[in-house]
């Protein structure tokens, strides 16, 4: 038996239930012994009605937080600091405050209601999936470990990955994108990329257009607009647009000798549906 000691509220029976099924707990009364969950480091509660956590603070150990799929408005995680892995999916939740949670490498806060999300502090962040929000602005300027990035089903405008030189896999479809960068320097290392359903985006901005053009063809792994074409800086006065939904098979130069690409010089370029573009992209 339990004994006696400081207490933990825990108001939401779902979430006592919870606790007392894992042994941490021996009688539904609204408390927890505090000392019988500040070493807990795995908590697993998905799927269980639970819409208030209060009591999740001290779980001071707690490095895995999987309440996925419960009725939630509003969490706080500010005295879990050794937090690693935070699945909060399915809830519907308006806001989250991570910014205490600096060791956190894996955030899943997707299909809830967030207006805005702030991971400045997560630096260590290599995994977020926030898609299925309501997210106007997502800044992912400070998280250069970032692997994957899913924000696709969101209200964004604008999306810059070109600090995240670790990314590999990035969905951003049915957003309201003008201005996607992905200028990362690992672009030949990108195995996913979804950027479909975004119709007012026209230029993407990647690492080098040839190669986007010859190596992002597969339409399992990389889907885009029919609109949306490569650019190594979208900003420039170039002419620069060249369809993905056509393969290049080779550049040329005036006299029609196979040539690599270079700025500042006219050349055709030659693609598989018999069409030849004359472009000079100035640098």
Known sequence: MIGFGQQTMIPDANFEQRLISFGYDNILDGTVLTAAIDTVTHLEVSYYGI????GIED????????????????????????????????????SIDVSQN?????????????TSIDVSQNNALTFLRCDWNQ?????????????????GWNQ????????????????????????LDIRNGNNTNMGSIQT???????????DDFQFSIINWTNPFWFGFDSQHYFSNNCSATAIEEHSINKKLIKVTDILGRKTPYRSNTPLFYNYDDGTVEKKIIIE
Do not use: H, K, M
């Open 59 to 94: 779980f001071t150990d707690l490095t895995e937080l999987f309440c996925a799929y419960n009725g939630l408005t509003s969490i706080d995680v500010s005295q879990n600091n050794a937090l690693i892995f935070l699945n909060l999916t399915g809830n519907q939740l308006t």
């Open 135 to 151: 997210l106007t602005i997502l800044n992912v300027s400070q998280n250069t470990d970032l692997t994957y990035l899913y924000c």
């Open 51 to 54: 819409s208030d956590l209060t």
């Open 196 to 206: 479909a359903n975004n119709l007012n985006l026209t230029c993407i901005n990647v």
């Open 102 to 114: 600096n060791a956190l490498t894996q955030l899943w806060c997707d299909d809830n209601q967030l």
């Open 156 to 179: 964004l405008t604008s999306l810059n990955v070109s600090q995240s030189t670790n990314l590999t896999d990035l969905n951003c479809n049915d957003n309201q994108l003008t201005s």
